[in-house]
């Protein structure tokens, strides 16, 4: 049985949605139509950051409880963050799998396969 922490998530998710209200309420922040919050493993000056964001979306974002709109529903924000074991909340949470890091010669031969193929 996985260690539930509702306590942690519940934090996390008002940390969460703190930081998105904050950001929206910026000077400038009209003009942010979309806002992604990951967690610290995204490192945004890496080559690869956008490959990362892509696995955080894809892994950790659950529509119904990650999706968030600003009251005119004119910005959104996609929380990626990984989510904490919980049975309260918008929805159950599971205990997230760590990630998977792939050998250097396996992605080398799949950057390789899809350059021959024009992909």
């Not at 690869?48 to 974002?61: G, I, P, S």
């Not at 999706?67 to 929805?91: N, Q, V």
Request: overall charge negative.
């Amino acid at each position: 049985m996985e260690s539930l922490d509702e306590e942690a998530a519940a934090a996390q998710r008002a940390h969460i949605a703190r930081l998105r209200d904050e950001i929206w309420s910026l000077d400038g922040s009209e003009y942010l139509r979309w806002l992604f919050i990951t967690d610290d493993d995204a490192d945004l000056s890496a080559d690869d950051w956008r490959r990362r964001l892509l696995w955080q979306l894809f892994c950790r974002f659950e529509v119904s409880r990650d999706l968030h709109f600003d009251e005119a529903r004119t910005r959104i924000a996609w929380d990626a963050t990984a989510p904490i074991p919980s049975t309260e909340g918008p929805l159950p949470v599971r205990r997230w799998p760590a990630v998977t890091l792939h050998d250097a010669a396996v992605e080398a031969k799949v950057d390789a396969w899809l350059e021959e193929n024009n992909l």
